[in-house]
């Protein structure tokens, strides 16, 4: 809250959606992160994540004459001097009792400035060292992501391709923590190809279809990523579906829910269906999985058999019949 408080997240929802509501017209895109993103019970400050319009910055200090939001201050505890955060990239203001910090960025940041700003900060933190530390082939730089390479700016314009990039399987917010980043990334990582975020260039105006249902840049991510099939070709299979070590044979799969722990899941589920489509993508990440996997499948085993023994020793004492 704007006064150090803090608000339940129910009662908090409908004034996050007046305030995107207030900016919506004016924002090509536009979502909540930080804490509310990450679903907490309770919530103080509220991030915000948008690329903006030509018209979104002249239409807040709009709303700021007319009295919709007003700037949040900033007091120098030893000067007494206030200051306001109103910038061309970030805002600070204050709506319905509730502090809003607003991130502009572009297609470009998209990804990664939503993860960011989605947290926790510990986990960011921990998170720009590990780029360091285990020779991330990136760097990060104004807000961008960088090729260390040929120093070109990359393209992340969504969180899927920012964790690909991170070599990793897709984090749902609830779940990230600083915990489940250092069970996932440690010596030997291996991190997404940079070659595959290289941006693309613009085309000219009359390449863009006529009635067109996308936005523009979205339409941009559409051609860019399409598949193109030769003439005469059958379209190409998937390149991997689930087996043996992940597939059980109850119909089920393993999959790693973080802090070095694997659970079965069901094949639709959405975690298990978040970790195929990254190790379809990223194939030597499925292999290097599939290598752990197939460790402690082995002693997983062994516990079970353990497991068993000791039960049928329990049933031969007590008169009965081993299983």
């Known amino acids: 809250?704007?006064?150090?408080?803090?608000?339940?997240?129910?009662?908090?929802?409908?004034?996050?959606?007046?305030?995107?509501?207030?900016?919506?017209?004016?924002?090509?895109?536009?979502?909540?992160?930080?804490?509310?993103?990450?679903?907490?019970?309770?919530?103080?400050?509220?991030?915000?994540?948008?690329?903006?319009?030509?018209?979104?910055?002249?239409?807040?200090?709009?709303?700021?004459?007319?009295?919709?939001?007003?700037?949040k201050e900033y007091t120098n505890a030893k000067t007494g001097k206030v200051s306001f955060r109103w910038g061309e990239k970030y805002r600070a203001f204050v709506q319905g009792g509730i502090k809003f910090d607003l991130f502009l960025c572009d297609m470009d940041t998209r990804g990664n400035q939503l993860w960011l700003r989605t947290g926790p900060a510990d986990a960011n933190e921990w998170m720009m060292g590990a780029f360091h530390?285990?020779?991330?082939?990136?760097?990060?730089?104004?807000?961008?992501?960088w090729s260390k390479s040929n120093v070109q700016k990359l393209h992340i314009a969504n969180e899927t391709a920012w964790f690909d990039l991170l070599g990793i399987p897709f984090i749902f917010p609830a779940q990230r923590t600083i915990e489940a980043y250092q069970s996932l990334i440690k010596w030997g990582h291996v991190?997404?190809?940079?070659?595959?975020?290289?941006?693309?260039?613009?085309?000219v105006e009359g390449d863009k279809p006529k009635n067109n249902p996308y936005q523009w840049e979205e339409w941009l991510e559409t051609r860019k990523s399409a598949v193109k099939t030769p003439k005469n070709a059958t379209p190409q299979k998937a390149q991997w579906d689930w087996a043996k070590p992940f597939l059980c044979d109850d119909g089920l799969v393993w999959v790693h829910v973080g802090y070095g722990k694997w659970e079965k899941r069901p094949q639709d589920d959405c975690q298990a269906k978040a970790h195929l489509e990254h190790y379809r993508r990223l194939p030597r990440s499925r292999d290097a999985m599939a290598f752990t996997i197939q460790i402690k499948l082995q002693g997983?085993?062994?516990?079970?058999?353990?497991?068993?023994?000791?039960r049928n020793s329990l049933a031969i004492i007590r008169g009965g019949v081993a299983a």
């Not at 995107?20 to 924002?27: E, G, I, K, M, N």
């Not at 530390?133 to 992501?145: L, M, S």
């Not at 062994?302 to 000791?310: H, N």
């Open 191 to 203: 991190w997404g190809d940079v070659n595959r975020y290289r941006p693309t260039p613009k085309p």
């Open 133 to 145: 530390k285990y020779n991330a082939p990136f760097t990060v730089e104004g807000g961008y992501i």
């Open 1 to 71: 809250m704007s006064n150090g408080e803090r608000i339940a997240r129910e009662e908090a929802t409908p004034m996050v959606g007046a305030m995107v509501a207030l900016l919506t017209q004016h924002c090509e895109w536009i979502t909540p992160a930080g804490s509310y993103r990450r679903e907490k019970a309770d919530i103080g400050d509220v991030e915000v994540v948008a690329i903006p319009k030509p018209s979104l910055l002249a239409h807040m200090d709009e709303l700021v004459r007319n009295g919709a939001i007003a700037k």
């Open 300 to 310: 997983w085993e062994r516990d079970e058999r353990m497991v068993t023994a000791v």
